[in-house]
């Protein structure tokens, strides 16, 4: 006989669910999640390898940051310039400036 | 009523040993469907079920009621397969993390169900009902849904 357990804990919470009021996401607040994703750091890992890897994991997020805010206000230039051919200056000054 | 914890479906269990799931990043399509406090769901509940009758949260920026007949959920509330996977001796899998924008929505759970478990493309077959543990609440914002690791000790649907 084989048995199989497909079970999840009934009274943990499994899902992370995060909010915003009246706006989106920060760069900041993704790259965290993002790095949490890819690494992680056991916290029974000798000290010193632990404190490199959480430095690394401090410098992957900046990294991180610092392109997502470079994707963001590209994409706004590709939306600026939609807006223009639409037609939408004053919508399109106004994007540009967020 | 009111949400009383995760729960695995039974259903669920019987149906991953008739073939109905395919977790692949081509296989199934599953969706989400969230729902306010006065809900009530368990491991018993084998199909999801739709719009404010029944507790579900209304349409609000991209997430959309009503299920899998209505084609703005096929496109909005549609999870991302992970791969299935396996370590040691645990097989896994889970979903991308989901995020419904410009939405003002406050849900205190959600059920995961398969549009495709039997083969059609609205099916309503439950995979698995989560309780957020609280109510959750977005304004004219984002309401992002964050799965655990898809690993063998975390993954939301694991099979050891």
């Known amino acids: 006989m084989f048995e199989f357990s497909v079970n999840m804990p009934k009274d943990s919470v499994l899902v992370d669910v995060k909010t915003t009021n009246k706006r989106g996401f920060t760069p900041e607040e993704i790259a965290k999640d993002c790095v949490d994703k890819i690494m992680t750091v056991s916290n029974n890992a000798h000290p010193a390898i632990r404190e490199q890897a959480n430095a690394f994991k401090n410098s992957m997020e900046n990294v991180i940051v610092d392109h997502m805010k470079q994707a963001i206000s590209s994409d706004r230039t590709t939306v600026y310039n939609a807006l223009i051919d639409a037609g939408h200056p004053k919508l399109a000054e106004l994007i540009r400036r967020l | 009523m009111a949400f009383t914890g995760n729960f695995m479906c039974t259903s669920f269990k019987k149906e991953l040993l008739e ?132 690993n063998a000790s975390d993954a939301l649907i694991r099979i050891a």
Do not use: M, W
Not at chain 2, 76 to 89: I, R, Y
């Open chain 2, 19 to 150: 073939a109905k799931h395919d977790f692949t990043a081509a296989g199934d399509l599953f969706l989400i469907a969230l729902y306010t406090n006065s809900a009530t769901f368990d491991a018993s509940t084998t199909t999801a079920v739709f719009g404010g009758g029944n507790n579900e949260v209304a349409d609000s920026g991209s997430y959309y009621s009503g299920g899998p007949t209505v084609a703005n959920v096929l496109s909005n509330n549609n999870l991302t397969n992970a791969a299935p996977s396996s370590s040691g001796t645990t097989g896994f899998s889970s979903f991308t993390t989901k995020t419904f924008t410009s939405a003002t929505i406050t849900a205190r759970g959600a059920l995961i169900y398969n549009s495709q478990a039997e083969g059609g493309t609205t099916d309503t077959n439950t995979v698995c009902v989560l309780d957020f543990g609280a109510d959750k609440t977005s304004t004219s914002g984002d309401f992002q849904i964050v799965f655990p690791a898809n």
